[in-house]
């Protein structure tokens, strides 16, 4: 009977004191040192839906309060739209075109449960911000109350009503953390559906892997001050039974072969999601996709605010943006 090689025994390290690099900007260096963010336990039970609708809007409240700070710095119209039933934010930064029909479809992030409702329309904002074009942030369904695949069932289905209006080269895909993994998903699931694919995908430290089987949950825990914990028991409720190595659960288990667009991923070296990153970068070279991959010194999951780190960023994203749109934005 053929049994599996036992693995290696682990490798123990002393524990030290890991000082913010001066490598970075003095603003970058400032982040690094500030405690990390209180997190609430997750519910003691998976099935305690209760206490996960606590936990859920106590993060919604956390999170609307500075997400809305940054959006108050982006000049841009911001309306709630249905959308073929989906409950949608459509934000256009000041001297764009309305007539303009190139839209970024963003999947906000949360964990896979919050960053619904005015945080959904806060982060459209910001996304338009990063991105110089008009943009359509899925305010999609969320657990306890809908698991997988509610969540990649909206995007779908505003993916199509954009194609009602305008050719797929006009639209970009892009998320970022647990949007990431949705965002990835929807193109997934827009190919396997014989759509025409969008022009090109931005992954922004994508949570590609809900098994959290890369080496970076293991060697940066602790060191990323964003994410200070697996987040095992959120992705078990998302998933809702499937098996977290289903590709819609976890993109990085697809098959790029049957194609996939054009992809940018970034993450920084002492982001938790390190490895879901280069992990989904490797698996899409390999298929042959044109994909890039940003790698920022000693940025965590959340990155730097403000900096010229950020700034670094967002110019790569935006190059990345209007080369696939063909010229540039606003």
């Known amino acids: 009977m053929h049994h599996p090689p036992e693995p290696p025994p682990p490798l123990y390290v002393p524990a030290r004191e890991i000082p913010a690099p001066m490598s970075i900007s003095p603003g970058a260096r400032a982040q690094l040192?500030?405690?990390?963010?209180?997190?609430p336990p997750w519910p003691e039970r998976q099935d305690d839906i209760?206490?996960?609708?606590?936990?859920?809007?106590?993060?919604?409240?956390?999170?609307?309060?500075?997400?809305?700070a940054m959006a108050a710095r982006v000049d841009a119209a911001v309306e709630e739209i249905a959308v073929d039933g989906v409950r949608v934010f459509s934000a256009l930064p000041a001297g764009v075109d309305p007539a303009d029909d190139a839209v970024y479809l963003d999947v906000h992030g949360g964990?896979?449960?919050?960053?619904?409702?005015?945080?959904?329309?806060?982060m459209a904002v910001i996304a338009c911000g990063r991105v110089?074009?008009?943009?359509?942030?899925?305010?999609?369904?969320?657990?306890?109350?809908?698991?997988?695949?509610?969540a990649v069932d909206d995007c779908v289905a505003v993916y199509r009503a954009l194609l009602r209006d305008r050719p797929a080269a006009r639209i970009i895909v892009g998320g970022a953390s647990a949007g990431g993994n949705i965002a990835a998903a929807t193109v997934l699931r827009v190919r396997d559906e014989g759509l025409p694919?969008?022009?090109?995908?931005?992954?922004?430290?994508?949570?590609?892997?809900?098994?959290?089987?890369?080496d970076s949950f293991n060697t940066l825990m602790g060191v990323d001050t964003c994410l200070t914990g697996r987040l095992m028991p959120a992705n078990l409720l998302y998933a809702g039974g499937r098996d977290l190595r289903d590709p819609y659960v976890s993109p990085l288990f697809a098959d790029f072969t049957l194609g996939f667009p054009p992809t940018l991923?970034?993450?920084?070296?002492?982001?938790?999601?390190?490895?879901?990153?280069?992990?989904?970068?490797?698996?899409l070279?390999?298929?042959?996709v044109d994909a890039e991959l940003h790698v920022f010194e000693a940025a965590t999951h959340a990155g730097f605010l403000g900096t010229p780190e950020s700034e670094d960023r967002e110019r790569e994203v935006r190059a990345f943006v209007e080369r696939h749109f063909g010229r540039r934005v606003a």
């Open 285 to 288: 070279r390999r298929a042959g």
């Open 111 to 122: 964990a896979l449960l919050w960053g619904g409702g005015a945080a959904c329309r806060a």
């Open 50 to 68: 209760g206490a996960w609708r606590a936990l859920i809007a106590k993060m919604d409240e956390l999170g609307e309060a500075s997400l809305s």
């Open 33 to 39: 040192g500030e405690a990390p963010p209180a997190h």
């Open 132 to 150: 110089g074009v008009r943009t359509w942030s899925v305010d999609y369904r969320m657990p306890p109350d809908h698991p997988h695949p509610a």
């Open 265 to 283: 991923l970034a993450s920084g070296t002492r982001d938790l999601f390190l490895s879901n990153t280069v992990l989904l970068h490797r698996a």
């Open 197 to 214: 694919m969008p022009a090109a995908v931005v992954l922004l430290t994508p949570e590609a892997d809900l098994t959290e089987s890369g």
